[in-house]
């Protein structure tokens, strides 16, 4: 990709798109990621999530609300963690419908792999990005995140929705 293509305009959906595809793909051919055994770039951010809450019970809402994806994609993602054996949902005394979210010790082996994946990443995302910079991006994101789900949910209370997967 040349510089010429790197160039928006002021297209900001497109901007977005083109780096959200080319962290993806950084992602999911390091060679990193190719010794963590069919582990996704997503599994290594929900077993980052997850060790961060160490201590603390981890639910699939939990997951669904800290990504931004619905309940239909966090089953399909939790049920390929749980089939490779990176995590094991088990349920809570208090309430049988909820199911913790546990790291099984092949996802605690795998940890500081996706923490050195992680750093490498955010190294190139940040490169030539002062700290004030990086912190404004960052704002300017989660203020974009924040429009789209009241746009969602917006949308879902017009066509009276009575289901909302956020």
Known sequence: MNCKSL????????AIR??????????ENSPIRKAL?????M???IIAYIKGRDGEEVFQKDVEKRFSIRRSTATSILQLMEKNGLITREA??????LKRIILTEKAH?????????????EEILGKDLSESERKTLIELLEKVTKNLMESENKECECSKCKKQEF
Not at 109 to 121: A, G, H, I, P, Y
């Open 43 to 45: 599994h290594g951010y």
């Open 37 to 41: 055994d069919n582990a996704t770039g």
């Open 18 to 27: 083109n780096a959200n595809i080319l962290i993806k793909r950084r992602i």
């Open 109 to 121: 082996e795998m940890v500081s792999l996706f923490d050195e994946e992680r750093k490498q990443t």
């Open 7 to 14: 160039k928006n305009g002021n297209n900001l959906g497109i």
């Open 92 to 97: 809570v005394e208090y309430d049988a419908r």
